[in-house]
């Protein structure tokens, strides 16, 4: 191992400071950060720089055996041609959970540093404690904690049901004896609980602060890929959602996945928001019970539950998460606004989106919201933020301004479909999978763009095409008023 340079020389060593949203650099100290504009957002960090390289350029190019064009100096890295560079099929373990597979893009990719963000208590140390005991029982995973002493973490492993008996556990802090412990027992996989309780004496400032996370992040990450092993890091999620830390992080890790859901509700959501190794749309849903978490191969009928059919405001939408379609209720709620300006609350899908579907509906359907309060929610912590979530979201707002539910009697229906500003329907991709979904959660019929009737739909499953925002309000039994 190269030494870090622990004495580092003033020569070698500069402050800067660093803007803790956006990571933005300055060589001072700023009020407020230019980039992202947050205020009090700037940590004072030492930045090492590196040593220049003693070699002459050019010199080392009749070693490489290289001809013509390009600066090789001495101590250059091995160049390879792509054919030469050796791939193995076998580059992704399998977790033994299909639902992290999927969001990891396939299985877990060795010598990849992965960073599992999520609010506290959320359930980040259980869902990596429980892929302890589902991992091919021959692979040995070293867990570190720097949260947790090892009898918490014995008492719910036991809670959990994790009989692993390669399992390692260690209590540790410092980011250097961990990357040796790594880097002398060779483990296949590494756990490390958390990021912001590790602590590197090559940087300053206390465990947590930008400069420590982003030191230690790096230390990980040179380990990870000096064993080809991959590791993941916890790391806490700050107030606004963001992972606690700069933002540096996540351009140094190679996959972050967010672990999501609300307190209120027992199901979790696991997003990959960046991925060097698979997509970033897919995700995984899991439930949170006393024995630990479950997968819910079945996300759309948890979203679904508990649902009312016949009250006003309400449309079940479809969206396409990754490759799996997923229903979801999208509701409003319509009142008579006391103030002079009207009250616009969207959760779950853009603030714009919304004005913008409510000046469609007042200019091409004549529906005025101007003196009315809109509230919007999407169920489930899901966000609405296809296109395809127009039209439900349209009907969900005629039916609460006319406080006519959509599913009178014993129709149950989803829509689905995008709005241009002319308050036409357009299609949208993968018009059969949804309505496929539909039809297997016992849903009745499918309001849906006309466009999509070229393609092969399911059957058995009624199926209402429209071109143009006026035709729902037939849906609803009032005429047009335009
Ligand atoms: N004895 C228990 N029985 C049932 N559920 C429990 C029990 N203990 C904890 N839980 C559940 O596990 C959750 C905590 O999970 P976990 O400790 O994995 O979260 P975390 O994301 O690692 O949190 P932190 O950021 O604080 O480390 C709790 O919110 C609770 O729902
Ligand atoms: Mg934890
Ligand atoms: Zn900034």
Not at 5 to 14: I, L, P, R, T, Y
Request: aromatic share 6%.
């Amino acid at each position: 191992m190269t030494s870090l340079g622990v004495n580092m020389s003033s020569k070698s060593a500069k402050t800067i400071f660093i803007c803790r949203e956006c990571a933005y650099e300055s060589t001072k100290w700023l009020g407020k950060c230019p980039e992202c504009t947050a205020w009090n957002s700037f940590e004072e960090t030492v930045q090492r720089v590196a040593p220049k390289a003693s070699g002459k350029a050019g010199v080392g190019k009749s070693a490489a055996g290289l001809s013509g064009g390009g600066n090789y100096s001495v101590g250059a890295a091995e160049t390879f041609t792509l054919k030469d560079v050796g791939t193995t099929d076998d580059i992704r373990y399998d977790t033994g959970v299909a639902e992290l597979n999927r969001v990891l893009g396939g299985g877990l990719v060795k010598g990849s540093l992965i960073l599992l963000g999520g609010e506290p208590g959320i359930g980040k140390s259980t869902l990596l404690l429980q892929i302890c005991g589902k991992f091919n029982s021959s692979l040995s995973i070293l867990y570190i904690s720097g949260e947790e002493s090892l009898r918490q973490i014995k008492l719910r492993a036991k809670r959990l049901g994790v009989m692993n008996e390669k399992l390692l556990l260690a209590s540790c802090n410092d980011a250097e004896n961990v990357s040796d412990t790594i880097l002398a027992g060779k483990p296949d996989i590494v756990i490390i609980d958390s990021i912001q309780t590790m602590h590197t004496e090559t940087a300053n400032g206390t465990s947590g602060s930008i400069s420590q996370v982003r030191e230690c992040t790096n230390i990980f990450m040179r380990t990870a890929k000096t064993l080809g092993i991959p590791i993941f890091l916890v790391g806490h999620v700050n107030k606004d959602g963001g992972i606690a830390g700069p933002k540096v992080m996540e351009h140094i890790v190679d996959t972050v996945l967010q672990f999501e859901g609300d307190k209120n509700y027992t199901y979790r959501i696991l997003r990959a928001v960046k991925n060097r190794y698979g997509s970033t749309n897919e995700i995984g849903v899991f439930e949170m019970t006393d024995a630990g978490l479950k997968e819910v191969p079945n996300p759309s009928k948890v979203m679904l539950e508990g649902r009312v059919r016949d009250i006003s405001g309400n449309c079940v939408a479809c969206i396409i998460e990754g490759s799996r379609p997923l229903l979801t209720e999208v509701q409003a709620l319509v009142t008579k606004s006391a103030a002079n300006f009207p009250a616009r609350i969207a959760t779950g899908l853009a603030f714009g989106r919304l004005n913008i579907l409510l000046a469609v509906l007042e200019k091409r359907a004549g529906l005025y919201f101007s003196r009315l309060d809109v509230f919007v929610n999407i169920i489930g912590g899901i966000r609405l933020d296809e296109p395809a979530g127009d039209l439900p979201l349209a009907i969900a707002l005629i039916s609460a301004i006319y406080d006519k539910p959509i599913d009178a009697g014993t129709d149950s229906t989803m829509a689905f479909g995008e709005i241009g500003l002319g308050g036409e329907i357009r299609n949208v991709p993968n018009a059969s999978g949804r309505i496929r979904e539909a039809a297997r959660l016992g849903f009745s019929r499918c309001i849906v763009p006309k466009a999509c009737m070229g393609e092969k739909l399911p059957k058995g499953i009624e199926i209402i095409p429209i071109t143009h925002i006026n035709e729902l309000l037939k849906l609803f039994g009032v005429n047009n008023r335009t």
